[in-house]
C-alpha cells in the first residue's frame, strides 16, 4: 500500500492512503467522539459525532472522519470552533431522540449540551439509530435477525416485520455494542429472552457443572462454521479450569 502524507492538528504522519481518518486520530492519541464507529465494522457515518475540519489546498469543508479516506495533500483538525459547533449540534440532536439514555449524559456534557433546543421524543426508547446492532449481527455474527424499519423520525430498529426475531440466535453481541443501552436481554435459568427483539431462545448446560451458558442456537452456529472440529459443551469457567488443570498436569509430569 501506498504511503502518503498528512497531517493531522499539527502533526505530520505518514500513512497508508485511504486509511480512515479516525483510526489515524487515534493512533496519534487524539480523542474523537463517536457513536456509532467500530473499528471491526465497516465505515457508516451515521451520528455525525466525529466531525473534524478538512483543508485541501484553498478549500475547506466538515467531514466525519470515521469514513473520511485520507488522501493526499490533506491537513485535518480536529478541534476548531466550527467542529465543536457542529458535534455539539449532533449530540443535540441524538439526544433529542433519546433524551433518557443516561450511558449518553457523560458525553452530551462533555459536549456542552445540557438540555436539548429540539423537541424530544418519548415514543421510541433509547436507540439512537446507531446501527451497531444491525451491522454486527449482519456482518460479523452473519445473522441478520434485526434490521431497520420505515424512514425518516418512524425509523427504528426491529425485527423483519416486528414479529419473533425467528433468526436470532441470542449471542448478546447487540446487547454488548448497544451505546444507550436500548437492548435488554434476560437469562432465566433454561432460557435467554431477547426482550428487545422478542426471541426466547433455550440454554444449553455444561456438561461439567450443569449450568445454562449458552443458547442451543449460537452453540449450533459456532460448530457448523468450525466444520469437523468438535466444540465441547463446556461453560467459559470450567473450560478455563480444565485448561489450567491440564496445564498443571504437564508440569507435574515434566518434573517428575
Ligand atoms: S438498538 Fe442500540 S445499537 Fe441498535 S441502533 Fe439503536 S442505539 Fe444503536
Ligand atoms: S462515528 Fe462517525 S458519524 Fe458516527
Redesign the pocket.
Known sequence: MAKIKTIIDGIEVEVERDSWAIDVARELGIDIPTLCYHPALGPYGACRLCVVEVTKSKWTWLATACDLPIREELSIKTNTPEVIRSRKMAMELIMARAPRAESLFPLAEKLGVTKPRFKCRDDIGN????????RMCDQIIGVSAINFANRGHKRI?TTPLHKKADKCIGCNV?VE????G??KTLDDGSFRHMQTWDADLEMLHCLICDKPYIPAKQFKVISDKLEGIELKRICPVCRRKETVDNLRYAVVEKVS
Open positions: 436507540c439512537i439509530l446507531c446501527g451497531l446492532c444491525v430498529v447487540c455494542v448497544c451505546p444507550t436500548h437492548v
